[in-house]
């Protein structure tokens, strides 16, 4: 089973340029997503395919991958970034996605 | 509008059974796999079941097979979970979630419903 991990915490100023990390293994080959979720609220897609954003993300927000990391970028951090941020990966094992256990990012 | 919307939560004491539903619209719900996600207060995400578009595939996580039954009624556009002999452990905000293009992650997300288990 694929386990992922993010740090739990991240910070940064407005303005600034943050990375979450996402480090774990991905055996089946799926590529990672990341979800942005605020208190209270759902779950929302922000990253598929470790660097493609949906329609309506904006573009301040970027996913890369580099041999075997693999990170989320905010620039022009803003403070209604603060929120939590989980990376995904699919598991064959399972027939379903496992998740990192999530950073929560504060705008200071 | 495409919309997934949970409903049936609430307390329950431990041992006790709920039954889960998640009514879809905007979209036609027959073509999709359709997946529970939970999430413990102060925790992170944990994947819980999904099922195929024709429920022919059924998968659970280790944490509640055996106790948790995943059905759809495609006809009402409905996905249910029903949840027996609940425990301390599965208090949480239960979402149905699902993927419009790939089923490999989430684009669409209901609301949540919360589920307490509690003496």
């Known amino acids: 089973q694929s386990v992922l991990t993010q740090p739990p915490s991240a910070s940064g100023t407005p303005g600034q340029r943050v990375t979450i990390s996402c480090s774990g293994s991905?055996?089946?080959?799926?590529?990672i997503s990341w979800y942005q979720q605020f208190p209270g609220a759902a779950p929302k897609l922000l990253i598929y395919?470790?660097?493609q954003r949906p329609s309506g993300v904006p573009d301040r927000f970027s996913g890369s991958k580099s041999g075997t990391s693999v990170s989320l970028a905010i620039s022009g951090l803003q403070s209604e970034d603060e929120a939590d941020y989980y990376c995904?990966?699919?598991?064959?094992?399972?027939?379903?996605?496992?998740f990192g256990g999530g950073t929560k990012l504060t705008v200071l | 509008e495409v919309q997934l919307v949970e409903s049936g939560g609430g307390l329950v004491k431990p041992g006790g059974s709920l039954r889960l539903s998640c009514a879809a619209s905007?979209?036609?719900?027959?073509?999709?796999?359709i997946n529970w996600v939970r999430q413990a207060p102060g925790k992170g995400l944990e994947w819980v079941s999904s099922?195929?578009?024709?429920?022919?595939?059924?998968y659970y996580a280790d944490s509640v097979k055996g106790r948790f039954t995943v059905s759809r009624d495609n006809a009402k556009n409905s996905l249910y979970l029903q949840m027996n002999s609940l425990r301390a452990e599965d208090t949480a905000v239960y979402f149905c979630?699902?993927?419009?293009?790939?089923?490999?992650?989430?684009?669409?997300w209901g609301q949540g419903t919360m589920v307490t288990v509690s003496s």
């Open positions: 395919n470790y660097s």
């Open positions: 099922i195929s578009k024709t429920s022919s595939y059924i």
């Open positions: 905007g979209f036609t719900f027959s073509s999709y796999r």
């Open positions: 995904s990966v699919w598991d064959d094992s399972l027939n379903g996605p496992v």
């Open positions: 979630a699902m993927g419009s293009t790939n089923y490999d992650f989430f684009d669409i």
């Open positions: 991905s055996p089946g080959g799926y590529s």
